[in-house]
């Protein structure tokens, strides 16, 4: 009997797609695997390249998962053995339109008792993005089975410029001639069809456990300490921010501030951060950090 698969998502400059496309390349040229593949689009286009205001406009229904209304989709199945959910990952949060989709009630009844995997792509930080998306899986009855996390493997402070540099200008390519080049590594979304042969082999079992663990095996996902000791204090600092700016009336003057706290607190605070953990509580800490990262890694919502 033949397979069926749903892979949606959405992107802006059209890496995800290009990930997305990689992925299920191995499940495309099965004979009894059939993908269908879904890129949703918000009513209200968010702009690609950004400008820094708008982005940051989107920060407070990012973190607060708001959804905006998508333009009409439809699916050909009414069931599906496998979907696969792309999404990037915004101000720490799923982005709008991911959220969105994962809040839409035709998505969410296709979703119940459905094998999911959730494939992402990003700077370096999607913990807490997933964490949310995971919520939602497990409130619409999914069943999350396998998450992949791409991420730009470059140094912190250099893919911060890039990702800037590329978010503003639309170019992916070397700023300057001597930064890298932004986003996730050509080699490594060409990479992702190995994950996607992988995930062929279980799908055709109709097995789903182990399948994160294999993943892993295969460096679909990897749980920094830095960025995750960083990323869950910033998460609930973004969550602060947002009750502070949808109360106030000054919402535009409170997104500048963000802005420049959000820039001091990765180049400045963070570093010192990490320094005074990494001497006084790191190196007592490590069975717990252990388990840290192995949940973060695996598919499983506490």
Known sequence: ???????????????????????????????????????????????????????????PESVDGVPAKLEPFTFKEIQYDLIIVGYQPWFLSPSIPASSLLQHPAFRTLLKNTPVITISGCRNMWINAQEKV????????????????????????????????????????????????????????????????????????????????????????????????????????????SKIINKSKKRSALLVAFKYYLLIALCIAAPIILLVDAIFFKPFLGKRIKKQKEYYAGVTLK
């Not at 992916?172 to 042969?197: C, L, M, Q, T, Y």
């Not at 062929?200 to 995750?228: C, F, P």
């Open 134 to 241: 995971k919520k939602m899986l497990k409130d619409a009855g999914a069943n999350l089975v396998g998450n992949i996390a791409l991420v730009d493997k470059h140094n912190n402070y250099a893919s911060l410029v890039t990702i800037f540099y590329w978010m503003l200008t639309g170019k992916k390519d070397r700023k300057w001639g001597i930064f890298p080049k932004p986003g996730v590594s050509e080699a490594d979304i060409a990479n992702s069809a190995i994950f996607g042969e992988t995930v062929k082999t279980h799908l055709q079992k109709d097995e789903w456990s182990g399948l994160q663990t294999r993943l892993q095996e295969q460096h679909a996902i990897n749980v920094k300490y830095s960025l995750m000791f960083i990323e869950r204090k910033a998460g609930r600092i973004f969550a602060i921010w």
């Open 1 to 59: 009997m033949s397979k069926k698969i749903l892979a949606v998502y959405f992107t802006q400059s059209g890496q995800l797609g290009d990930i997305i496309d990689q992925f299920t390349k191995p499940l495309e040229s099965s004979p009894d695997i059939s993908v269908e593949k879904l890129r949703i689009y918000p009513e209200n286009k968010f702009p690609f390249p950004w400008t820094t205001p708008l982005f940051f406009e989107a920060m």
